[in-house]
């Protein structure tokens, strides 16, 4: 399976799984997995499209090439795959308790789903869709959400007309009763995709930045630094 990997300079605060947006393994996503690493990390993005052949990935404008790669993944493929992950990482010493995930996009929808699995710490869901009526044959992302294995938090723009408010409400109330942390941040003026900077037309500086902050304390507080 291809995947961005990167490594910290310095001391190793934990591991941090990025898994993609629905356009696949981006620059964008090779950027943020070298960010994390430069926040101390190990991080690795796993390409999930690779049943294609390779790594493939689709143009922000182009929309409908991206539809035949999403549906031919399946629950089973993305456990199987987010595993794989998971031992690729326990190969290099991390256990359970120093691995999280952050996902953006249909990779929100992917985190979110990882943590009620076993083998994460630490979650961080940026716009994942999929709230109400669920994405790969899983249930709801609100289900879901209430069987929360791990820690976990959300970050939704208010302006995502895929991801209504109403839904990133129920989904509160979801985590809510998962028994374990989770904390899900609205901005008020972000739209889906706020976080990446490759997409002028929905990016948004502030948000971005805020939820970024957000998720490395989370993580840096969640995780056992790898020693």
């Known amino acids: 399976m291809p995947a961005f990997s990167a490594l910290p300079a310095g001391d190793v605060r934990g591991a941090v799984i990025v898994i993609q947006e629905a356009f696949g393994l981006t620059d964008h996503i090779g950027v943020v997995t070298e960010r994390f690493a430069a926040e101390g990390f190990r991080a690795v993005a796993p390409a999930l499209f690779h049943r294609a052949g390779g790594s493939p990935v689709a143009s922000y404008d182009d929309i409908p090439s991206v539809y035949p790669l999403m549906e031919a993944l399946s629950a089973e493929s993305i456990a199987m795959d987010v595993d794989a992950t998971l031992a690729f990482l326990a190969s290099e010493g991390f256990g359970e308790s120093q691995i999280a995930m952050v996902g953006f996009c249909m990779g929100g929808s992917v985190t979110l789903f990882a943590c009620t699995r076993p083998g994460l710490a630490a979650g961080a869901t940026y716009y994942g869709g999929g709230l109400a009526t669920g994405r790969f044959g899983l249930p709801s992302g609100v289900e879901l959400g209430a069987h ?80």
């Open 148 to 227: 929360l294995n791990c820690d976990w938090i959300g970050h939704f723009g208010d302006l995502d007309k895929g991801i209504p408010v109403d839904e990133v409400e129920a989904l509160r109330v979801g985590v809510g009763n998962s028994g374990h942390s989770a904390t899900v941040y609205r901005y008020e003026n972000a739209d889906h995709g706020f976080n990446c900077n490759d997409r002028p037309s929905v990016y948004n500086a502030e948000a971005a930045a805020q939820a970024w902050e957000r998720t490395i304390s989370f993580f840096s507080n969640t995780l056992r630094p790898h020693s």
